[in-house]
Nanobody, 117 residues
Framework: QVLLVESGGGYVQPGGSLRLSCVAS????????MGWYRQAPGKERELVAS???????NYADSVKGRFIISRVNAENTVHLQMISLKPEDTAVYYC???????????WGQGTQVTVSS
């Protein structure tokens, strides 16, 4: 079982920055793919960015060049640095992690990001 706890969400004006963090705890051997998803009101949950244990990253086209995902394997943490935020980035952001070797996917409780003037 993996418990994921996010932090760092909040309210920011367009053009502003936020940094989201997620820490994993519980009983697991190791974590594989970790990532950030978001869900805006009335929309489906979508992948924002993901990162493998080896550091390979993948980004949604809408955030390329503005968001950076990183992780510290020894600390079981994953971060999302967000700059040049836009109103359309407003959503609940969820941390996700896949435990190894079970390959089960776990989710955090979500943190709200609101971008508005």
């Amino acid at each position: 079982q993996v418990l994921l706890v996010e932090s760092g969400g909040g309210y920011v004006q367009p053009g502003g920055s936020l940094r989201l963090s997620c820490v994993a705890s519980g009983k697991f051997f190791s974590l594989g793919l970790m990532g950030w998803y978001r869900q805006a009101p009335g929309k489906e949950r979508e992948l924002v960015a993901s990162i493998t244990s080896g550091g390979n990253t993948n980004y949604a086209d809408s955030v390329k060049g503005r968001f950076i995902i990183s992780r510290v394997n020894a600390e079981n943490t994953v971060h999302l640095q967000m700059i040049s935020l836009k109103p359309e980035d407003t959503a609940v952001y969820y941390c996700s992690a896949v435990s190894q070797p079970t390959m089960r996917q776990f989710w955090g409780q979500g943190t709200q990001v609101t971008v508005s003037s």
